[in-house]
């Protein structure tokens, strides 16, 4: 089934979308929310949230790309989940993986917070790096890998990818001030 079928099937708030949703996108879920959690049971108790996330988003938002709206969406509530679990033990590697990300985000004044705009900024900004710069990207901040994995992945040492990926902080900030989106 298409995705703009799912959508519509949600839209028109039938049961049959959300099967479909679960059908087409249950291994995707799973392997976002396997990036920042271990257990399981966590995965199970995130993926029903994810649905129950879902069909309380749509409608009223329609994502323009379903897969990538399932993986955002997986992505934060594997990471609600994570936090909940973690609250009183803040040294967690992906505590510090995330602060990477906050480091440094410009605020700027301009356009107004829009998820589509944020998400094409983004895609445009990753479509202009070079194929090993942007997997080390999505494989650290989507997928949740530490530095060491991709440094054993990539046959790097770990310097070299937090250089790598410090170098692609950096540009996508400059790229988001120069868009004037601001976060």
């Avoid at 917070?113 to 094409?120: P, R």
Wanted: charged share 30%; aromatic share 8%; net charge neutral.
């Amino acid at each position: 089934m298409q995705d703009s079928t799912i959508i519509d099937l949600l839209f028109q708030r039938s049961e049959e979308g959300l099967e479909a949703l679960d059908k087409r996108y249950r291994g995707l879920s799973f392997s976002v929310m396997s990036g920042v959690l271990e257990n399981t049971a966590d995965r199970e108790e995130c993926y029903n949230d994810l649905l129950l996330a879902v069909w309380n988003s749509i409608p009223p938002q329609r994502p323009r790309c379903l897969e990538a709206y399932v993986c955002s969406l997986s992505r934060r509530v594997a990471i609600d989940r994570y936090r909940h679990n973690t609250r009183d033990k803040r040294s967690a590697p992906y505590t510090l993986m995330l602060s990477e990300l906050e480091d440094g985000v410009p605020d700027t004044p301009g356009a107004e917070d829009d998820d589509g705009a944020i998400t094409a900024a983004i895609n445009d900004f990753l479509k202009k790096l070079d194929p090993t710069t942007r997997v080390l990207f999505i494989r650290r901040y989507i997928r949740c890998e530490s530095v060491e994995e991709l440094a054993d992945r990539f046959g790097m040492r770990p310097n070299a990818v937090s250089s790598r990926l410090y170098r692609a902080r950096a540009k996508l900030c400059k790229y988001l001030y120069k868009e004037n989106i601001r976060i």
